[in-house]
């Protein structure tokens, strides 16, 4: 508090003699000021975090396989480093490179974005991203595929896994959908009674893993989007179409509309169809057989709903 008080009034000295009259006539306030200082009030809107673990410095740097291979359940080092990931150019809150992969013919008449853990703790998410990728490079000419396997990469390398991002954003909350400002507080306030791993932020788009996929609904102008999520055993959809009856063993079964969601934002607000899959295990990645299966579900599907119909939908695909 002494040494406080003391640099505040250095400061004011410096400043000028209007200052200096100011703080001696009222010394109290420089009290004051040195203790806000020393103190300051946490935003009242902001849950409280343990602190976000920090990167490597060559971590972002390194090929990711070497840095998912040992984290992700189901992943064999042969797979990943088959995939050919490319960096996005977009890092996460701790400098991480966002991973891509695009497959299939550029002129080809779907343009499908797939992505993996938007939830870091859902590592199952990921693995099943990039098998899916594996079976889009030996069957997915009939569409684009766009493959973002893991868009929390710092959640997911966390020691635990941490649902949300570095900044304590749950990234499936940061969407702008309509009346976000008002809406998506309330819900984690009322709904969640203040969850941290729930908290929407302080404002729509305020992550950079969130405005990666904003800019990649602009730039890609997809005709679908898959997020694979975990664990809640069912398929989710979102969209103008009528939405899949099941995907391998996952049957549909709605699981709400929430504020700052992808699923309401893409496909609610934007009319882009969301196929939200929810795999039954957060932990362990389910067999290559119902991947497969899955995989086959959503490409009939896609053939029958998608407004540019695919061409060989009914083509069996190879596990990779």
């Known amino acids: 508090m002494a040494a406080a008080a003391r640099w505040c009034a250095a400061l004011l000295l410096s400043a000028g003699p209007g200052l200096l009259t100011l703080a001696q006539a009222a010394p109290q306030a420089v009290a004051h000021a040195a203790h806000a200082a020393a103190h300051p009030k946490p935003q009242a809107s902001q849950p409280s975090h343990p602190a976000a673990p920090k990167a490597s410095p060559a971590a972002h740097l390194a090929e990711p396989c070497k840095q998912w291979v040992p984290r992700l359940p189901g992943l064999s080092a042969a797979q990943c480093s088959a995939l050919k990931l490319q ?32 939830h870091g703790d859902e590592l199952s998410a990921s693995t099943v991203a990039l098998q899916w990728m594996g079976l889009a490079q030996d069957n997915g000419a009939d569409a684009l595929w766009r493959f973002v396997p893991m868009l929390n990469p710092d959640g997911v390398m966390a020691q635990p896994a941490r649902r949300v991002n570095a900044h304590g954003v749950d990234l499936n909350r940061n969407f702008p959908t309509p009346g976000w400002a008002q809406e998506a ?25 969130s405005r990666f996929v904003h800019d990649q609904m602009t730039a890609f102008t997809p005709d679908l989007i898959v997020s694979i999520h975990a664990p809640y055993g069912v398929l989710d959809f979102d969209g103008p179409t009528d939405p899949p009856r099941r ?9 709400g509309v929430f504020p700052g969601s992808l699923g309401y934002y893409g496909g609610m607000h934007k009319g882009v169809p969301v196929v939200t899959i929810e795999l039954p295990n957060a932990q362990r990645a389910p067999l290559l057989a119902e991947t497969r299966q899955m995989w086959l579900d959503l490409h009939r599907w896609m053939g029958e709903h998608l407004p540019a119909k695919t061409a060989s939908a009914a083509q069996p695909a190879r596990a990779p």
């Open 247 to 255: 995907l391998g063993r996952l049957m549909l079964d709605p699981v």
């Open 185 to 209: 507080p309330r819900y984690w306030a009322q709904r969640t009674r203040k969850d941290p791993r729930r908290w929407p932020g302080n404002k729509p788009l305020s992550e950079p893993e």
């Open 87 to 118: 960096p996005s150019g977009t890092r996460s809150v701790q400098a991480r490179e966002l991973w891509m992969g695009d497959v299939g013919a550029r002129n080809a008449p779907v343009k499908v974005l797939v992505l993996g853990a938007i």
